[in-house]
């Protein structure tokens, strides 16, 4: 698998993480590197085979659908890098 | 007389215990410790108020007759733990400044149990590393050095390198590590020290800065069985706040420890005899299979077909989850923002990540991405939990004639800092005989066997049968008993 330079920007702008021209001409190679490397696993026969959802047999357990916790908003937002009037900002979305 | 510091989690709860020593001479031994180590970067941050604070909690305890189960032991936490009002930033920049309003399920059990706690450790960024060099503040250095004298620094392994170096260079008795891919037991093997990675969903993943949610377990490290099985026994345990915690009761391990392998079968992986690996590693598991014969156990030879896939799959899964698991440091919440004058919110988002962000990181978030993007879905992350299925179902197909396997922790000694950084994938072959088990959630533990022609130490790893971590630190420590591992780093920092 070969990952050209326009599939890393691609990607890139999938995962949100600005690349410079320079980082892009590396992870191309570096990426069809890797990616050729896991292509190994297109020779395993798996007919018949169900992915594997939990790898050790567990419910998923049920709760009483009830508030148990709240109020907490400068908990909440005691991290943020901008928080202004018990929220979050963010730059301007809507014009 | 012995150094406090030279003692061991048992010895050190046990010496406060009978009041051999008081827990406040304890935590002073080892908050000395921790400030003379800094030479090996293993502490991000370190937190003596909070270490003699339990001490002092410890000794009042101990006057009123209330001790508790690790009453005046000092640990050191790995920075993938929230820790309330203590900064966790999961060895990232993204998160410098990240202080907790809360307490990691498993870092709480320790505190509530009496430990203190005397910093956060060093980590390979977001446990994405085998060397601790992928760092946002600078690698960790071993205490180990090779015998010719050359000065190389050496990794501790990864991720857990500072929790590695901090116990083997005795900064602290013990500390927590976490596991997704061997991030617990090839930093053992590294430094000497013994580590184990319980059972997927043993240990609560609650206030854990997540990676890959299918396979990320927390477990001690510490520097024999006896000790790992006393931490464990306070870190696992079911916690409603983790859908994927095992509602089971949390067995006695340090009670039943028992070095008599009489009755228990141990089978021997031939696929894990792979090209390319040392022959002081292969000697070592010889060694290390007539001492469980030795301590009785029977050795059966066995097949588990899949294992040269474990790998390729691992680099699917574990990224495709990273992808998704890291997508939430979007500078909004917490952690770094950058915003460029004008920048539209999207553009804030990538800005931010890209300044944030290591290239290892960066990398595998855009693998994962990559193999779970439409189009690609179906062949690469599909076609990987089905052979993480055939993966697990070897494992299964040999638990009918055998307890537990031995292997190799690792295909290497401990390798200089800067020596495999250049290739992901070599540096990624660091994990080959420890991701099988985590793709498979079984417990798996490394302990010291022995030291190659540098004197440096190999480990020996031990994988057990879902929910049998006993049969993991038996023979671990009937190994342990035979190896007679004493050998520690020379002091240079």
Request: aromatic fraction near 4%; hydrophobic fraction near 40%; include cysteine.
């Given at each position: 698998m070969s990952v050209d330079t326009e599939t890393v920007r691609h990607i890139a702008r999938l995962?949100?993480?600005?690349?410079?021209?320079?980082?892009?001409?590396?992870?191309?190679?570096?990426?069809?590197?890797?990616?050729?490397?896991?292509?190994?696993?297109?020779?395993?026969?798996?007919?018949?085979?169900?992915?594997?959802?939990?790898?050790?047999?567990?419910r998923l357990r049920l709760r009483e659908d009830a508030v148990t916790e709240g109020g907490i908003t400068d908990s909440v937002l005691a991290n943020a890098p901008v928080a202004e009037h018990g929220f979050f900002a963010v730059p301007k979305v809507i014009e | 007389m012995t150094h406090h510091t030279d003692l061991g989690i048992a010895a050190l709860r046990d010496g406060v215990r009978n009041g051999d020593f008081s827990a406040?001479?304890?935590a002073r031994a080892h908050i000395e410790a921790v400030e003379k180590g800094r030479a090996l970067n293993a502490f991000l941050v370190e937190t003596p108020d909070?270490?003699?604070?339990?001490?002092?909690?410890?000794?009042?305890?101990?006057?009123?007759?209330?001790?508790?189960?690790?009453?005046?032991?000092p640990l050191g936490i790995k920075d993938l733990f929230a820790t309330k009002g203590v900064q966790t930033t999961a060895g990232s920049r993204i998160l410098e400044g990240f202080t907790p309003v809360y307490e990691s399920h498993v870092s709480g059990r320790l505190l509530a149990a009496g430990a203190g706690m005397l910093g956060k450790l060093n980590m390979d960024e977001f446990a994405?590393?085998?060397?601790?060099?992928?760092?946002?503040?600078?690698?960790?250095?071993?205490?180990?050095?090779?015998?010719?004298?050359?000065?190389?620094?050496?990794?501790?392994?990864?991720?857990?390198?500072?929790?590695?170096?901090?116990?083997?260079?005795?900064?602290?008795?013990?500390?927590?590590?976490?596991?997704?891919?061997?991030?617990?037991?090839?930093?053992?093997?590294?430094?000497?020290i013994a580590g184990i990675k319980p059972t997927y969903g043993r240990c609560s993943r609650w206030g854990i800065v997540a990676f890959?949610?299918?396979?990320?377990?927390?477990?001690?490290?510490?520097?024999?069985?006896?000790?790992?099985?006393?931490?464990?026994?306070?870190?696992?345990?079911?916690?409603?706040?983790?859908?994927?915690?095992?509602?089971?009761?949390?067995?006695?391990?340090?009670?039943?420890?028992?070095?008599?392998?009489?009755?228990?079968?141990?089978?021997?992986?031939?696929?894990?005899?792979?090209?390319?690996?040392?022959?002081?590693?292969?000697?070592?598991?010889?060694?290390?299979?007539?001492?469980?014969?030795?301590?009785?156990?029977?050795?059966v030879n066995v097949s588990l077909p899949h294992t040269r896939y474990a790998l390729p799959t691992y680099y699917i899964i574990a990224p495709a989850e990273a992808s998704s698991n890291l997508a939430r440091y979007d500078g909004v919440r917490y952690g770094k923002r950058v915003q460029p004058d004008g920048a539209s919110l999207n553009e804030m988002y990538e800005a931010t990540r890209a300044a944030g962000f290591g290239p290892e990181v960066k990398r595998r978030i855009m693998i994962g991405t990559y193999v779970l993007s439409a189009g690609f879905y179906d062949a690469y992350f599909n076609q990987a939990q089905k052979v993480?299925?055939?993966?697990?179902?070897?494992?299964?197909?040999?638990?009918?004639?055998?307890?537990?396997?031995?292997?190799?922790?690792?295909?290497?000694?401990?390798?200089?800092?800067?020596?495999k950084s250049a290739d992901p994938i070599a540096m990624y072959l660091n994990d080959v005989f420890a991701v099988p088990a985590s793709l498979a959630g079984l417990p798996a533990m490394?302990?010291?066997?022995?030291?190659?022609?540098?004197?440096?130490?190999?480990?020996?790893?031990?994988?057990?049968?879902?929910?049998d971590e006993q049969a993991v630190?038996?023979?671990?420590?009937a190994i342990e008993q035979r190896a007679g591992f004493t050998h520690r780093a020379e002091r240079w920092w």
């Open positions: 995962a949100r993480i600005s690349v410079s021209d320079s980082e892009v001409e590396a992870l191309a190679p570096e990426l069809s590197n890797i990616l050729g490397w896991i292509e190994q696993l297109q020779a395993v026969d798996v007919s018949g085979i169900e992915p594997m959802t939990a790898v050790i047999p567990n | 406040v001479e304890v909070l270490a003699m604070a339990a001490a002092e909690a410890a000794d009042k305890d101990r006057a009123a007759g209330e001790l508790k189960p690790l009453s005046g032991v994405m590393g085998s060397s601790n060099e992928t760092s946002g503040y600078g690698a960790v250095i071993s205490p180990w050095r090779r015998k010719d004298k050359g000065n190389a620094p050496l990794a501790p392994g990864g991720s857990s390198g500072g929790s590695s170096s901090a116990v083997a260079a005795r900064l602290c008795p013990g500390a927590t590590g976490t596991d997704t891919g061997g991030s617990i037991r090839q930093p053992a093997a590294f430094t000497g890959a949610s299918s396979l990320d377990q927390a477990g001690p490290m510490a520097r024999d069985v006896r000790d790992c099985a006393i931490m464990l026994e306070v870190m696992a345990g079911f916690d409603p706040k983790d859908s994927t915690s095992l509602d089971l009761p949390v067995p006695k391990w340090e009670a039943s420890l028992s070095a008599d392998l009489r009755g228990r079968k141990v089978g021997i992986p031939k696929e894990y005899r792979i090209d390319g690996v040392p022959a002081e590693i292969d000697s070592v598991w010889q060694q290390g299979i007539e001492w469980l014969r030795d301590a009785g156990a029977e050795i993480r299925a055939l993966i697990a179902r070897d494992f299964e197909q040999v638990w009918g004639k055998v307890d537990l396997l031995l292997t190799p922790t690792a295909p290497s000694a401990a390798f200089a800092l800067g020596e490394s302990v010291p066997a022995g030291l190659d022609g540098q004197g440096l130490p190999l480990g020996l790893q031990l994988i057990g049968q879902p929910l630190l038996d023979a671990g420590l």
